[in-house]
């Protein structure tokens, strides 16, 4: 009952297909529950705030402790793709907005990559059916994952609206330099319009993590006091520290945790407490 809550439509066909493959032991290993596979949509609207950096740091973290992940890279830059192109599998992101694109398969390691490319952008003049047509896409591979990651454009086109409608979870990376109550009300109206206009109230916004974040800067600390006075409900508890393993890491197509570098530890000891925390707060 509280998976159905959780997972809304074909709970119980999900259900059934777990309990036939007789791996409900298999259902916790990874702090999540396998019953229905979780999307979580990393989005701000914002530009260079984190998105990418994070939401393969998370496709790294699921997949290390046993999840069967996907990672739509729904952005044209293809940033996700690039750190991420050894995991790639055999369907494209902008094929998640068609009618009938193919199974998803492929991938390694636990982790199937569907890939950014160029034209990811013709989808955002696709009319409102692509949106339908991803979240029913996404649907048919519930099965075969346990958690989808969305890394989004800084835009609010269609891609970014068919991921929020879409989620079961979204987390918004923040940068403090760059923190206006505006901007952060934006987001927030972003996700709850979405909410809204598509009958997901059931979809949970897990919050703004403050990331990239200089902890020395007293400008930055000021910010994220002023943001925790104002919006402390909405603000996820912990953050990413900025430190120079990340550009080195996503560069490298490995997480932070794997370089040896004294700073990359320290951040991978770091990154891997949220990263714990989100999949916590996904259930
Ligand atoms: N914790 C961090 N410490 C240091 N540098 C970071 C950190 N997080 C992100 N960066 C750097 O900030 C830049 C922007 O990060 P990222 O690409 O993840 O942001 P984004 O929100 O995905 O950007 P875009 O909106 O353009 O897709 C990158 O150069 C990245 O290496
Ligand atoms: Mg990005």
Not at 149 to 154: A, C, E, K, N, R
Not at 160 to 181: G, K, T
Request: hydrophobic share 40%.
């Amino acid at each position: 009952m509280v998976y159905r809550q959780r997972c809304g439509l074909n709970h119980t066909r999900h259900v059934i297909a777990a309990i036939s493959r007789q791996n409900t032991l298999r259902l916790k290993t990874s702090g999540l529950c396998r019953v229905c596979m979780k999307t979580i949509v990393i989005n701000n609207q914002k530009g260079g705030v984190g998105k990418t950096t994070l939401a393969v740091h998370l496709a790294w973290h699921l997949a290390e402790t046993g999840g069967r992940v996907l990672l739509i890279d729904a952005d044209a830059q293809g940033n996700a793709t690039d750190t991420m192109k050894l995991h790639r599998g055999d369907v494209t992101a902008a094929e998640l907005f068609r009618q009938g694109s193919a199974p998803v398969t492929g991938g390694v390691d636990g982790i199937t990559l569907a890939a950014s490319d160029s034209s990811l952008t013709d989808v955002d003049r696709s009319d409102a059916a692509a949106i339908q047509q991803f979240r029913d896409n996404l649907r048919s591979v519930s099965a075969v994952f346990d958690v989808c990651v969305i890394d989004t454009p800084p835009s609010l086109g269609l891609r970014s609206v068919a991921a929020l409608v879409s989620a079961s979870h979204v987390l918004s990376p923040i940068y403090l330099e760059d923190y206006s109550v505006k901007g952060v009300k934006g987001l927030l109206q972003t996700v709850i319009g979405v909410q809204k206009r598509y009958g997901r109230s059931d979809m949970k916004f897990l919050g703004l993590l403050p990331s990239n974040f200089n902890t020395k800067s007293p400008r930055q600390r000021a910010h994220l006091d002023q943001l925790l006075r104002e919006a402390g409900k909405y603000v996820f508890p912990g953050h990413i520290v900025a430190r120079d393993g990340y550009a080195e890491a996503v560069a490298e197509g490995v997480p932070v945790w794997k370089l040896k570098k004294r700073s990359a530890q320290e951040a991978g000891r770091e990154i891997r407490l949220v990263l714990s925390r989100i999949v916590e707060q996904m259930g």
